[in-house]
């Protein structure tokens, strides 16, 4: 069955809403109340009550008044097209013009607005089709497909040897720590570590420990 196409272009704040109601549920099941797409986004909470209403007139979006708000099918679709976008950009900015995976987040936010579709294929092209960013996420591929990992987050890993799947990109200040120590996608690590639960909340890991 066919997902429905928007009615007309999404504005950049749309387009910000889909992607972030997305991310807040890459990782974790939890409802998406608006007050935490507000703390997410940096907004008001009645400015972006207003914001879901308009999404959820498009039919982007499902609310339910003071509980949640999911994506419908055709939002979801949206969202990967900017997940996509974005984590393409961080990758081109890491892997061709020498950005360090702390800096490349706010960047790639700045571009991913502002390139089509066409640039982005063939900036896919020219990377040769990766298939995560420099943080370990998955980059979705162009119809909107993505694997489904099934990576642990940190704090709630009870084994003792993992390897590091992916690592939060939001805080610049921790991405420079953690590879100081080489925290990095693709690592082995073993517990316990000197990591805090708040540094460890930000880290998801598979489990090795029986390998």
Known sequence: MSVPSPAGPLTTS???????????????DAEVSTGILADQLGLSPASVTSMVQKLAGKNLVEHIPRKS???????????LRM??????????????????WDEVH??????????????????????????????????????????????????????????????????????????AQGLVPGAAITLPHQLDYIEASLIWVHDVTGA
Do not use: C, M, N
């Open 69 to 79: 708000v999911s994506l419908s099918a055709t939002g979801r679709r949206e969202a």
């Open 106 to 179: 706010d960047e790639a936010e700045a571009l991913e607005h502002t390139v089509t579709d066409r640039f982005i294929d063939a900036l896919d092209a020219r990377l040769g089709h990766p298939v995560r960013d420099p943080h370990g996420d998955a980059i979705p591929g162009p119809d909107g497909s993505i694997p489904v990992s099934q990576a642990i987050r940190l704090d709630r890993f009870g084994g003792r040897k993992a390897i590091i799947d992916r690592i939060s990109d939001e805080d610049p200040q921790f991405l420079r720590r953690a590879a």
């Open 14 to 28: 749309e387009e910000d809403y889909l992607k972030a109601i997305y991310t807040l549920t890459e990782w974790d």
């Open 83 to 100: 997940v996509r976008r974005h984590r393409l950009l961080e990758t081109f900015l890491r892997d061709e013009l020498s950005y360090g």
